[in-house]
């Protein structure tokens, strides 16, 4: 089955430093893998996904994710934070087509993002 | 806006009552899912349904039911509530029915059973 690890429940940085959210997941074929954020009081939104091609993901807001295979990662970044950016922030991953599954996302438990002035 | 709207945006409920939370899109999306959200758990699946007529169980099916009469809504029904049941509830969609798109997500539903 698939499953997705998020790394730290919560995440406290500066405003400028470098925001790094780590997501592991488990899969024995090659995945299709989301972050997506969500602001308090409000509906999760997509930042960005990987389906193929280019590892390298960006997304909105100056996130983006890197595709490992190798390290079944897909850790989010920023190289700058903004108080904007202070948020809970969920990974995942497709399950479509896996042992007759009806091809659901599988979310981390998400990690929240706390951004000092 | 297209998107989806989910009614109420937040309900206090007394143990034992019947309730069902709206959902609606505008996006021809085929396929619709309920999520609860709770503290330290994330988010699990309730109850999705492919297209219009069919639906099915996710991971914490137990105590609610919902139904696909048509393409745009998807309530869902806690028919006698408790209190642990107390969570944010999140209407998503995604079209085709295909997780790989990525799933559109409502604003949710704040539920105290009390």
């Known amino acids: 089955a698939q499953s997705v690890t998020q790394l730290g429940s919560h995440v406290s940085v500066s405003e400028g430093a470098l925001v790094l959210l780590r997501c592991n997941y488990s899969?024995?074929?090659?995945?299709?893998l989301f972050w997506y954020v969500q602001y308090p009081n409000q509906g999760l939104q997509l930042l960005l996904k990987y389906t193929t091609g280019a590892t390298l993901v960006k997304g909105i807001n100056g996130f983006e994710a890197e595709f490992k295979k190798s390290e079944t990662s897909f850790h989010l970044t920023k190289p700058s934070a903004h108080m904007s950016d202070a948020a809970e922030y969920f990974c995942a991953v497709s399950d479509q087509g896996y042992g007759g599954s009806q091809g659901n996302l599988i979310f981390g438990k998400g990690t929240k993002l706390s951004v000092k002035p | 806006i297209a998107g989806i709207t989910q009614a109420p945006t937040s309900q206090i409920l007394a143990a034992g009552r019947r309730m069902t939370l709206r959902c609606t899109q505008d996006?021809?999306?085929?396929?619709m899912y309920w999520y609860r959200q709770d503290l330290g758990l994330g988010l699990r699946l309730i109850h999705y349904?492919?297209?219009?007529?069919?639906?099915g169980k996710g991971e914490v099916p137990d105590g609610y039911s919902v139904s696909r009469a048509n393409t745009d809504d998807f309530p869902l029904t806690l028919a006698s509530a408790v209190p642990s049941q107390t969570s944010v509830y999140f209407c998503?969609?995604?079209?085709?029915?295909?997780?790989?798109?990525?799933?559109?997500f409502g604003s949710g539903t704040r539920l105290t059973v009390v």
């Open positions: 899969s024995s074929v090659p995945p299709y």
């Open positions: 998503a969609s995604s079209r085709r029915g295909d997780s790989r798109y990525g799933y559109t």
């Open positions: 349904s492919n297209t219009a007529g069919t639906t």
């Open positions: 996006m021809r999306h085929n396929a």
